[in-house]
C-alpha cells in the first residue's frame, strides 16, 4: 500500500539469533540494571523527620499579624470574607472598649475570625484584599492532618501572631 | 560420652529448626527492603530502627484478622492446607549439612540435623509434598479461581521436578553419592592446590543452570508465579485465605526459598566450604565456625538472587512455562546426563 506521507518506516522482523533465543544475556542486562538502581540515590523524602524547601512565594497557613505595638491590625472590615473564593471565612465584629487601645489598633476589631481550613484553597486572595495588611499566608507553615473535622477551623486563638517577647506593653 | 552427643546433636535440631524460622521471617522483610531499593524507595523504616519489628508487626496483623472459612469450603481441608504447606517447607531444612564437625571430648560430631545417606532423595520426596499444600487449599476453597491456581502449581511443578531430576542425576553421576553431609566433604578437597575449592558448579554449570530455574518453578516465584498470578487469577490458590492461613502460605514460600537456596549453595557451590579452609592451620572448632558463616553467607547470596529477579524480570505466560519445561529444560538436562555420563566413562577408560 502507497503510505500517503511517505515518512512511514519498513520495519524488517528479523529472526532471533541463537543468543537473543537463549534469553540469558538479556536477562542478565536486567539484572545489571535493577542493579543500578539498587544503589541509587532514593528519591523518597522521610516528611515528619524531613521537609521539602518551600518557595519564597508559597502561600501556606494563615496568621493575623500585629503592628509594632504588639496591636491586632485586624478591624473586621469583611473584605477578605468577600474576597474568598472558597467562602472558608466569617468574622464577628465588635466595638473596642475604653482601655483596650494596648490590644486593638483601630475603634473596629474582630470579636471571633475564623478561618475552615477544609474549604480553603490557599490562593491567597483574602491577602490581597486585606486594606490593614492583617491577613498573611506564611510560607514555612501548612495546615497539617487532623482527626476530627471540628479541629479544622482554625479561630483566633491559633490565627493571631503570638505576643512578641519584648513587646511594650510590661 | 553419649549423653554429650544426645545434647549438642539436640542442640543443633533446635538451631537449625529456629534459624530456619528467623531468615524466613526476616525474608519478608528483606523482600519489601530489596524491592524499595530496586525501586528508588527506602522501604519499611517505621517499626523499630531501621524497619526491624516489621515482621513482628506484619504478623501481629495477620493473627487480628478474622479467620474467614467460605461457606461451602471443605472446613478440614481447608485449614489442612496451608498447615501441610507450612510442614513440608520446615522438613526439608533437616537434612542439609550447616557445617562440618564439632570436635567435643575427642569425638567428632556433625552439624546436620539427622544424618541420612539418602539426603537429597529425602529433600526431593519432601519438597514434592509440598504442592499438596497448595493443591488441598486450592480445591477445598470451592472457587474456581482457586482450583485453577492449585491445578498450575501442580502441573508446574510436576514439569519442572522432572528438569530437576535430571540435573540432579548428572550431580551424582559426578559426585556418586546421594548423602548430602558426603557431597560437602567432596567438595572441601584441594583443586588446583587451594583447598576447600573442589566445588561441583566447576563440574556441572549447565546443570546448575537448569536446577536455579527448576528451584525458581518448584517455589513458585517470579518468573515462574502462575498459580498467584494476580492479573489472571485473583489471588490463585490462596484467594479465599485471610489471617494466619494466609499468613502460613506465604511464610511457606519463603521457607521454601532459604531451603532451595541451601539446597543449592550445599549442591553446588561447596556447601560450608570456602577457600583455603585447610591451609591456615586454623584449630578445627574454629575452621567449622567459618564454614556455616561461609555457608550462610551463600545462602544469603541466593535469597537476594530470588528477590533481585523477582523485581527484575515479568511473568511468564503459561503456554511459554510449559514450553521451556517440557521443550528445552527437559531435552537440555538429558542431554547433560549423557554428557557427563560419556565423559566419565572415557575417564576411567583412558586415564587410569
Known sequence: MQSLSNRAKKLEKKPMNFSERMYLPAIFQGLTITMRHFFKKKATISYPEQTRPMSAVWRGLHVLKRDEKGRERCTACGLCAVACPAEAITMVAGERKRGEEGLYREEKYAVSYEINMLRCIFCGLCEEACPKAAIFLQNDKTAPARYERDEFIYGKDRLVEPMPATGNNQ | ?352
Request: charged share 10%; glycine share 8%; with cysteine.
Open chain 2, 1 to 352: 560420652m553419649e549423653s554429650t552427643v544426645f545434647l549438642v546433636k539436640a542442640l543443633i535440631i533446635l538451631a537449625v529448626f529456629g534459624v530456619t524460622l528467623l531468615i524466613a521471617t526476616y525474608s519478608t522483610y528483606a523482600e519489601r527492603k530489596v524491592a524499595a531499593f530496586i525501586q528508588d524507595r527506602i522501604g519499611p523504616n517505621r517499626a523499630g530502627p531501621l524497619g526491624l519489628f516489621q515482621p513482628l508487626a506484619d504478623a501481629v496483623k495477620l493473627f487480628f484478622k478474622e479467620e474467614f472459612v467460605p461457606a461451602n469450603a471443605n472446613k478440614f481441608l481447608f485449614i489442612l492446607g496451608p498447615s501441610l504447606s507450612m510442614l513440608t517447607a520446615c522438613m526439608a531444612s533437616a537434612v542439609i549439612p550447616f557445617g562440618g564437625s564439632i570436635l567435643i571430648d575427642g569425638q567428632y560430631i556433625n552439624v546436620q540435623a539427622i544424618e541420612v545417606n539418602i539426603g537429597i532423595l529425602y529433600i526431593f520426596g519432601v519438597v514434592a509434598l509440598g504442592v499438596y499444600g497448595i493443591m488441598i487449599g486450592g480445591w477445598a476453597s470451592n472457587n474456581k479461581f482457586s482450583l485453577l491456581g492449585a491445578i498450575r502449581a501442580a502441573s508446574q511443578n510436576i514439569s519442572y521436578e522432572l528438569a530437576m531430576g535430571m540435573s540432579i542425576i548428572a550431580l551424582l553421576l559426578v559426585t556418586s553419592t546421594l548423602s548430602l553431609g558426603e557431597m560437602a566433604r567432596q567438595q572441601g578437597e584441594p583443586l588446583f592446590g587451594i583447598s576447600g575449592m573442589n566445588w561441583n558448579i566447576f563440574y556441572q554449570p549447565l546443570g546448575f543452570l537448569i536446577f536455579i530455574i527448576c528451584a525458581f518453578a518448584e517455589t513458585n516465584r517470579v518468573p515462574f508465579d502462575l498459580p498467584e498470578c494476580e492479573t489472571e487469577l485473583i489471588g490463585g490458590y490462596h484467594t479465599e485465605y485471610s489471617s494466619m492461613g494466609m499468613g502460613l502460605y506465604l511464610f511457606a514460600e519463603y521457607v521454601n526459598i532459604f531451603v532451595a537456596s541451601a539446597v543449592m549453595a550445599t549442591l553446588y557451590f561447596g556447601g560450608y566450604n570456602f577457600p583455603f579452609m585447610y591451609d591456615m592451620g586454623l584449630p578445627h572448632n574454629i575452621v567449622t565456625l567459618l564454614g556455616t558463616v561461609a555457608l550462610f553467607g551463600k545462602i544469603f547470596f541466593f535469597i537476594f538472587f530470588f528477590m533481585w529477579v523477582r523485581w527484575t524480570l515479568p511473568r511468564f505466560r503459561y503456554d511459554q512455562l510449559m514450553n521451556l519445561g517440557w521443550k528445552i529444560l527437559i531435552p537440555l538436562s538429558i542431554a547433560n546426563v549423557i554428557v557427563t555420563a560419556a565423559i566419565i566413562l572415557f575417564k576411567q577408560e583412558y586415564f587410569q
